[in-house]
């Protein structure tokens, strides 16, 4: 099984700020996918393969990386971006996800 | 518009038996993989089953595997989660979702597995 690892665990930005999630897979995995859920709701798809924008969703956020190393960043930290995001991988069964990380504004 | 919504949650004594439900709709619902993913209360994500379009082929995480069992109604855009022999840390709230690139989600259901 594929482990991702996220950091920070809890981390807080004053808007304007810039963000970055880390999430390390403990083997190497072919794409990263990023999901942002606030709280009492159901997780909405951020990025896809790895670097890729969801429909709808502000080009402030952004992905990158390749292996066992993938970030996510937030260029300009808005107040709605407070959530807990999570990395996923289904490049090797089972599908995974990271332990997630509390964003919180300042 | 995609809209997936679950139903069939609710309080279940460990041991026992409960079915979820799914209904799709705003999209061709015979065209895509479909999951379920639960959370337990103030924790992650977890994956808990996949099935192809046509149903003929299913996976599973060894936590639930031989006790869970996901099943399909294409004709009625319906997506079921048949959980068997519940053990109290399955308590969890049960999404339904879609894979296309990532994933779309439901609203959620709760499931309570408690005496």
């Known amino acids: 099984e594929i482990v991702l690892t996220q950091s920070p665990t809890t981390t807080a930005a004053s808007p304007g700020e810039k963000v970055t999630i880390t999430c390390l897979a403990s083997?190497?995995?072919?794409?990263m996918y990023w999901y942002q859920q606030k709280s009492g709701a159901s997780p909405k798809l951020l990025i896809y393969?790895?670097?890729s924008l969801a429909s709808g969703v502000p080009d402030r956020f952004s992905g990158s990386g390749s292996g066992t190393s993938y970030s996510l960043t937030i260029n300009t930290m808005e107040a709605e971006d407070a959530a807990t995001y999570y990395c996923?991988?289904?490049?090797?069964?089972?599908?995974?996800f990271g332990s997630g990380t509390k964003l919180e504004i300042k | 518009e995609v809209q997936l919504v679950e139903s069939g949650g609710g309080l279940v004594q460990p041991g026992r038996s409960l079915k979820l439900s799914c209904a799709a709709s705003?999209?061709?619902?015979?065209?895509?993989?479909m999951a379920w993913v639960r959370q337990a209360p103030k924790k992650g994500l977890e994956w808990v089953a996949t099935?192809?379009?046509?149903?003929?082929?299913?996976y599973y995480p060894d936590s639930v595997k031989g006790r869970f069992t996901i099943s399909r109604d294409n004709a009625k855009s319906s997506l079921y989660l048949q959980m068997n022999s519940l053990k109290s840390e399955d308590t969890a709230t049960y999404y339904c979702?879609?894979?296309?690139?990532?994933?779309?989600w439901g609203q959620g259901v709760m499931v309570t597995v408690s005496s």
């Open positions: 705003g999209f061709t619902f015979s065209n895509y993989y």
């Open positions: 083997s190497s995995v072919s794409n």
């Open positions: 099935i192809s379009t046509s149903g003929s082929r299913t």
């Open positions: 979702a879609r894979r296309h690139s990532g994933y779309d």
């Open positions: 393969s790895t670097s």
């Open positions: 996923q991988q289904w490049s090797s069964n089972p599908l995974t």
